[in-house]
Nanobody
Framework: QVQLVESGGGLVQAGGSLRLSCAASGRTFSSYAMGWFRQAPGKERAFVGAISRSERLFYANSVKGRFTISRDNAKNTVYLQMNSLKPEDTAVYYC???????????????WGQGTQVTVSS
């Protein structure tokens, strides 16, 4: 098993930046693919991006070029750098872990509690 804790959310103006962190504990972090998802009020949880065990990167079209995922296996942490934020990026952001990962949240076995990101116009 693995436990995930997100941090770094907050309130930012449009055009600003935030970096989210997701710290993992438990089973060997490097053996997991890590995903980032977000959920806005009244909407389903949506894929933001993912990083595989071999550090291949995958992004939703809506964030491509603005968001960057990275991982530091020595620190058991995955990051989501968010630049050029837009009001439509407002959501609760979740990190998730899975042996393989993917675009579907149902593919992930472990989830953090989420961190709120609010982008004001």
């Amino acid at each position: 098993q693995v436990q995930l804790v997100e941090s770094g959310g907050g309130l930012v103006q449009a055009g600003g930046s935030l970096r989210l962190s997701c710290a993992a504990s438990g089973r060997t972090f490097s053996s997991y693919a890590m995903g980032w998802f977000r959920q806005a009020p009244g909407k389903e949880r949506a894929f933001v991006g993912a990083i595989s065990r071999s550090e291949r990167l995958f992004y939703a079209n809506s964030v491509k070029g603005r968001f960057t995922i990275s991982r530091d296996n020595a620190k058991n942490t995955v990051y989501l750098q968010m630049n050029s934020l837009k009001p439509e990026d407002t959501a609760v952001y979740y990190c998730a872990a899975d042996d393989l990962g993917g675009y579907d949240p149902n593919e992930y076995d472990y989830w953090g509690q989420g961190t709120q990101v609010t982008v004001s116009s």
